[in-house]
């Protein structure tokens, strides 16, 4: 299950696109870039060019949380969801306080039946963001709601 697309048009998608490869042209370096057109390319459903800008952007810059958050989506969506839960893991140890890498680490962990470790998951993300629905609804769904 991939994220859903962007309510813009594939026209509107192209022309990011299209900033993106100057921007990236301009700036090779850049992490941000990289993982912006990375997610474009993810909601074009080219999964391979998403996977592989995730991959330079962490290359790139190995502290930059949002690429493995990103890229544990796509590897969530295609059912990898080993390498989906160490990204996630990676994204929360890398900024501990957003909320995203210990709420999609916790979905995983229920995928996998690790019900402590996403009750802890969590409780960690609502702590964060006690208005997380996501981190709420799936507390609720183990019988472990606050």
């Known amino acids: 299950m991939l994220p859903r697309p962007w309510p813009h048009r594939k026209r509107e998608l192209d022309a990011a696109l299209s900033d993106l490869n100057e921007s990236i042209r ?7 870039a990289l ?3 990375g997610r474009v ?4 459903r080219d999964l391979d060019r998403a996977i592989a800008d995730y991959n330079e952007a962490i290359r790139l810059d190995p502290a930059f949380a949002l690429a493995y958050n990103n890229r544990g ?5 295609t059912e990898q969801l080993a390498r989906a ?6 994204a929360a140890r890398i900024a501990p306080t957003d909320a995203r890498g210990w709420r999609n680490r916790g979905i995983i962990r229920l995928y996998q039946d690790d019900l402590k470790g996403a009750i802890a998951d969590f409780r960690k993300a609502l702590e964060i963001n006690p208005s997380l629905s996501t981190a709420r609804e799936g507390l609720e769904k183990l019988g472990a709601a606050q």
């Not at 301009?26 to 941000?32: E, G, R």
């Not at 390319?41 to 074009?44: D, E, L, R, S």
């Not at 839960?85 to 990676?90: C, H, L, T, V």
């Open 26 to 32: 301009l700036d090779s370096d850049s992490a941000c």
């Open 35 to 37: 993982t912006n057109r």
């Open 41 to 44: 390319y993810a909601f074009k």
């Open 73 to 77: 989506n796509l590897y969530r969506a």
């Open 85 to 90: 839960a160490a990204d996630y893991g990676e």
